[in-house]
């Protein structure tokens, strides 16, 4: 029996008599500890802080434990460096890229896939070499089938019926199609004209600038340029909208026309139905705990070293002539700690390490000034047994709402999808990771930090329930986690911003052995004795950015 046959029969079976009543919902919040980040704002402004307990000495310390952190502590390893400590706010090391479970079922509590990465991601190509995910066959590169999506992997719904694909195509109109397939010849056109890269800084050019194709798109908001261009199908335009909010946070009336563009020409363009696209180009890596399983990997060594060190907030940084003093608050003990270090590499998010730093800099004081983040959540939903399913394609990983009523909505991912059995999923417990970008929100960030989880709860319960309406009877628990900052907006004149920082070469570096090679440079915002890595330093939040920016700091604090 073929995979779509059998989960046809699966779920119908297993939904006979199904009767809907709702039933007592656990849940509550978790993941991310908001009270840890307030605390710090808090201890901040009130004054002096407490004197250090204890004074420890390393030789780098890198502050935030997040992708670009763990990245970071990677390249030390790499570049022979093991005196390092890394100290991470959280219980867990990961930032928007970690992973929980639900009633002991993995599932992701932020980012849940990774693109297969492009020629320019080296950086990242190396670490899937090392983890064992990408091998050379014969050749050419291979990546584990295990861990690639399985089919079906994405599906929309949209007028009463699951589709196949995320773009709006059964019943649309011969217009609507003509701009689908202008507008991938558009992304094409702008492809060939200008470097699109990922991570962005490799599309500079000789003399570190940025084309004057992009400054154009950099100039203006997403819908200035398609209301320029002519594109005003609302098929195409939900698509692209929704397509910003799931990389951005926010919508096209708030990213800027490069950063839609980028979204399609960085990875994968855009393919018009009928056109096929390369499949190893529209691969994606995932797993039922979602970015996590990575981050977990790159924190299982500084565990076992004794190098990471969570659940401490740091409180200042303080830059000297022969080397850096950073004091971390150890929620556990209670206690202040001072680390003398000789560099530090601030893997923190940029409104942090300005609030962290007595004196910042001025290219960091302007980078908080200029950021705009969209606050996010991941609601964790348990069922206890396979769902009621609207007709149409059949169940996929990725499940999208055609214009979700939850404001910002994103649609949910199935954690069972990547079992290597999949009857445990249709015929057993799972969870649905909804995902909802409240960056287009009125106050999304004051109401994320107040509404009770059962606001958040209820509210993903109810627009799901629009294509399984047996949802609110099999839903067991829900979790929430909530991010306030999750990921920086790239409004209009971002790359413009961002491209400048870090441009000189910071004086008296050498550059590493990394597997053998000398490490190539690339710009990262640097002090004397400072390194700054994160993905905000790009002026938007992907895995293969925030990787880039920290492996590049850690060997510059390699020396």
């Known amino acids: 029996m073929q995979r779509r046959q059998f989960l046809a029969a699966a779920v119908a079976s297993a939904l006979a008599g199904c009767q809907d009543t709702p039933r007592t919902l656990a849940g509550g919040f978790t993941g991310i500890d908001l009270a840890r980040g307030h605390q710090l704002r808090d201890l901040l402004k009130t004054g002096p802080l407490p004197a250090p307990a204890v004074v420890r000495r390393t030789q780098v310390l890198i502050a935030g434990g997040g992708v670009a952190g763990l990245a970071a502590a990677?390249?030390?390893?790499?570049?022979?460096?093991?005196?390092?400590?890394?100290?991470?706010?959280?219980?867990?090391?990961?930032?928007?890229?970690?992973?929980?479970?639900?009633?002991?079922?993995?599932?992701?509590?932020?980012?849940?896939?990774?693109?297969?990465?492009?020629?320019?991601?080296?950086?990242?190509?190396?670490?899937?070499?090392?983890?064992?995910?990408?091998?050379?066959?014969?050749?050419?590169?291979?990546?584990?089938?295990?861990?690639?999506?399985?089919?079906?992997?994405?599906?929309?719904?949209?007028?009463?019926?699951?589709?196949?694909?995320?773009?709006?195509?059964?019943?649309?109109?011969?217009?609507?199609?003509?701009?689908?397939?202008?507008?991938?010849e558009q992304v094409q056109a702008l492809g060939r004209a200008a470097h699109f890269t990922m991570p962005m800084l490799k599309g500079l050019d000789t003399k570190r600038s940025i084309s004057p194709v992009h400054q154009a798109l950099d100039a203006i908001v997403f819908d200035e340029w398609l209301a320029r261009e002519g594109f005003d199908d609302a098929h195409l335009r939900w698509y692209l909208d929704y397509s910003c909010r799931d990389d951005y946070g926010?919508?096209?009336?708030?990213?800027?026309?490069?950063?839609?563009?980028?979204?399609?020409?960085?990875?994968?363009?855009?393919?018009?139905?009928?056109?096929?696209?390369?499949?190893?180009?529209?691969?994606?890596?995932?797993?039922?705990?979602?970015?996590?399983?990575?981050?977990?990997?790159?924190?299982?060594?500084?565990?076992?070293?004794?190098?990471?060190?969570?659940?401490?907030?740091?409180?200042?940084?303080?830059?000297?002539?022969?080397?850096?003093e950073v004091d971390a608050y150890h929620h556990a003990s209670g206690n202040v700690e001072r680390w003398k270090a000789q560099r530090c590499v601030v893997a923190l998010p940029v409104l942090v390490a300005a609030r962290v730093l007595p004196s910042p800099p001025a290219f960091v004081q302007a980078a908080a000034l200029r950021l705009q983040w969209a606050p996010w959540l991941v609601a964790n939903i348990h069922i206890d047994a396979p769902l009621q399913d609207r007709p149409g394609a059949a169940p996929a990983w990725d499940n999208v709402l055609y214009q979700d009523a939850n404001p910002g909505g994103l649609g949910y991912v199935d954690a069972g999808h990547q079992r290597l059995d999949p009857r445990s999923t249709l015929t057993g417990p799972t969870v649905l990771s909804y995902y909802q970008a409240l960056g287009d929100l009125p106050q999304g960030r004051e109401q994320l930090a107040t509404r009770p989880w059962t606001h958040w709860a209820h509210a993903a319960l109810a627009t799901l329930a629009v294509p399984h309406p047996d949802l609110a009877r099999l839903a067991t628990r829900v979790d929430i986690t909530r991010y306030g900052h999750a990921m920086a907006i790239p409004t209009p004149g971002s790359l413009g911003f961002f491209s400048q920082i870090g441009l000189q070469r910071p004086a008296g570096l050498r550059k590493p052995l990394l597997n053998g090679e000398r490490a190539p440079w690339l710009p990262t915002p640097t002090t004397a004795r400072l390194a700054f890595a994160h993905s905000d330093w790009s002026g938007y939040s992907v895995f293969e950015e925030a990787f880039t920016r920290g492996h590049t700091a850690g060997w510059v604090a390699a020396g």
């Open 74 to 184: 990677r390249a030390l390893r790499l570049a022979g460096v093991d005196d390092f400590a890394l100290l991470e706010l959280e219980d867990e090391a990961g930032g928007n890229s970690r992973g929980g479970m639900v009633n002991g079922i993995a599932c992701p509590l932020g980012a849940h896939y990774l693109p297969v990465p492009g020629e320019h991601a080296r950086e990242v190509q190396d670490l899937l070499e090392e983890l064992g995910l990408r091998q050379r066959v014969a050749g050419r590169w291979q990546y584990d089938e295990r861990h690639l999506c399985h089919t079906p992997q994405e599906r929309l719904y949209f007028e009463g019926e699951w589709h196949e694909g995320l773009l709006p195509v059964q019943g649309v109109g011969e217009p609507t199609l003509a701009q689908y397939r202008r507008f991938a």
């Open 250 to 324: 926010a919508g096209t009336a708030r990213v800027s026309a490069w950063a839609g563009i980028h979204y399609f020409a960085s990875r994968h363009g855009f393919h018009a139905p009928g056109e096929a696209a390369p499949e190893e180009r529209e691969a994606v890596l995932t797993w039922p705990e979602g970015n996590g399983w990575l981050t977990r990997r790159l924190a299982e060594p500084l565990r076992a070293g004794g190098q990471l060190r969570t659940g401490c907030s740091v409180l200042r940084i303080t830059e000297g002539r022969h080397g850096v």
